[in-house]
Every structure is written in C-alpha cells, then in structure tokens.
C-alpha cells in the first residue's frame, strides 16, 4: 500500500507570502504525483501532477520532486485567501490504492 | 481535465427510504471508479472501487449490502444506499482515471441528509 504523510497544519500564511506544503512518501517505486485541492463542502480537484525529479511550475503553483528523498512538495507563490483550502498529495502508478490522507489545511490571511 | 458528472448534489430523504448516486465520466471511458465518503471536517474515506462488468471492491468495514454499487458500463458507476439511517448522512463523492490509474477527476459530490 502506498502511503503518504504531510502535516495536517493548519498552515498560516500571510496573503503574498509563500505557502509551501510537503508530503513524503513511503514507496520507491512511485513514479508519479498529483496535487490536489479541496475547498471546504466542495469535492477536490487535480491543480498539479509532477512526473520528473526537479520542479514543475503552472502560474502561482510549482511542484517539486525529489524521487531519492522520497519528497515532494507544492509552492503556493503570492498566496491569495481564495488559496485557503485542504491541499491532498498523493502517488500515482500501478498499485495506487487511491486512498487519501488527511491533507495540509492552508489558511491565508488577508 | 476530463469531466466526472455526479448527481444529485443534494438529497434529502426520510430514514429507511433507499438512495441512488450516479457517477459519470462524461468525456473518456473508466474501468474503475472509487467512491468516497467524507463527513464534516474529515478526510476522504475510500468506501469501494467500482469496476466495470464486475463486482465492485469494498474497503475493510463498509457494508456491501447497504452501499451497492453498479458499474454496467464504461461510463457510468451508481451507488445505492439502501434503507438510509441518519448516520449515512454524508457527503459522497465519486472520481474516476481515464488512464492507467493514475490521476483522479472527482464528481461534485453529493450531499445526503436523512432525516
């Protein structure tokens, strides 16, 4: 079974600043990761996948993956308070068991 | 992104009356669809995955006999639940890959009151 941590925060982080959550991972053979999100009451949403070791960047989000330290991460640049959401991390690849952790709660503050 | 349908997005309904979710993909086919159950302030709670043609796959402690879920074609999986009890009230939701399992797209969810 793949198996993910992050903190369960919440992470506080002014509006402009730099959010930044992290999840490691227990399987080696993950080749694969995806971001989502999840505002509260609604169902998440895909906002990033990351395939390669190195960063990832889409507008205000990169991702960064770090196969050897069995890391990766999400940088929310120029946070807004519309950001405020539960951020999921999880592998993908054969096996995925599809099964979600708590996530990273982020709350920006105006 | 690929498009999950789910519907409805609410219901309500008297407690022992039966319930029905139906979870689309509505622009590639999916083999397996999940559902989840999430309740207030939780995580995601896998329920059962969902695969076409087959009997559906029940994560540990969630009755098959009242979660019944049918996945008669490649783009649509229903759950049911049966004779509704005021603790089923939840928000359900379903997803679905249009690969090889990887990323998920997620339907809107559905939010259940039994009352």
């Known amino acids: 079974q793949k198996e993910v941590e992050q903190n369960s925060g919440p992470l506080s982080v002014p509006e402009g600043a730099i959010a930044s959550l992290n999840c490691t991972y227990s399987?080696?053979?993950?080749?694969?990761f995806f971001w989502y999100r999840q505002y509260s009451g609604k169902s998440p949403e895909l906002i990033m996948s990351?395939?390669?070791?190195g960063d990832k960047e889409d507008g205000r989000f990169t991702a960064q993956l770090n196969k050897a330290s069995q890391y990766v991460s999400l940088l929310i640049r120029d946070s807004q308070p519309s950001d405020s959401a539960t951020y999921l991390c999880?592998?993908?690849?054969?096996?995925?068991?599809?099964?979600f952790g708590p996530g990273t709660r982020l709350s920006v503050l105006p | 992104g690929a498009v999950v349908s789910q519907h409805p997005s609410r219901v309500i309904c008297k407690s022992g009356t039966s319930v029905k979710i139906e979870c689309r993909s509505l622009?590639?086919?999916?083999?397996?669809m999940f559902w989840y159950r999430q309740f207030p302030k939780q995580s995601l709670m896998l329920m059962a995955t969902?695969?076409?043609?087959?009997?559906?796959?029940?994560e540990q402690g969630v009755e098959k006999d009242k979660f019944l879920i049918n996945h008669a074609s490649l783009t649509l999986s229903t759950l049911t639940v049966t004779s509704a009890h005021p603790e089923d009230s939840s928000f359900y939701i379903c997803?679905?890959?249009?690969?090889?399992?990887?990323?998920?797209?997620f339907g809107s969810g559905t939010q259940l009151s039994v009352l």
């Open positions: 997803s679905a890959s249009p690969g090889n399992g990887e990323k998920l797209f």
């Open positions: 399987d080696r053979g993950s080749q694969s």
């Open positions: 990351i395939y390669s070791n």
């Open positions: 999880a592998p993908g690849g054969y096996g995925q068991n599809f099964v």
């Open positions: 622009d590639f086919q999916a083999t397996t």
């Open positions: 969902s695969n076409e043609g087959s009997k559906a796959t029940y």
